[in-house]
């Protein structure tokens, strides 16, 4: 059983910065591929970005490629969301999730099996 933890939301100005972060339980979150994805309001869930357990493989989603960065420390057993320049297109509830099963970073929410609760990120114009 994994449980993650999501941190660092909040209301920003448009052009302005958070971080995000999701704390994880179990002994061996460098084998977990990492993803962060968003759901907006009458939206569907969408991908936003993917960490390979070593760190070493990244993805995201084309919408915010260039303005946020995934990153983890497994030392911590945390990943973090950079999200710079931020727009209010990014409004929503920001998910960590898992995959507890893959080793190749995925856009595909199907692929992973953990959820956190979400973090609300409100971005105003």
């Known amino acids: 059983q994994v449980q993650l933890v999501e941190s660092g939301g909040g209301l920003v100005q448009a052009g302005g910065s958070l971080r995000l972060s999701c704390a994880a339980s179990g002994r061996t979150f460098s084998n977990y591929v990492m993803g962060w994805f968003r759901q907006a309001p009458g939206k569907k869930r969408e991908f936003v970005a993917s960490i390979s357990g070593s760190g070493g493989s990244t993805y995201y989603a084309d919408s915010v490629k260039g303005r946020f960065t995934i990153s983890r420390d497994n030392a911590k057993n945390t990943v973090y969301l950079q999200m710079n320049s931020l727009k209010p297109e990014d409004t929503a509830v920001y998910y960590c999730?898992?995959?507890?099963?893959?080793?190749?970073?995925?856009?595909?929410?199907?692929?992973?099996?953990?959820w956190g609760q979400g973090t609300q990120v409100t971005v105003s114009s």
């Open positions: 999730a898992a995959s507890t099963l893959l080793r190749t970073v995925v856009g595909a929410a199907g692929a992973y099996d953990y």
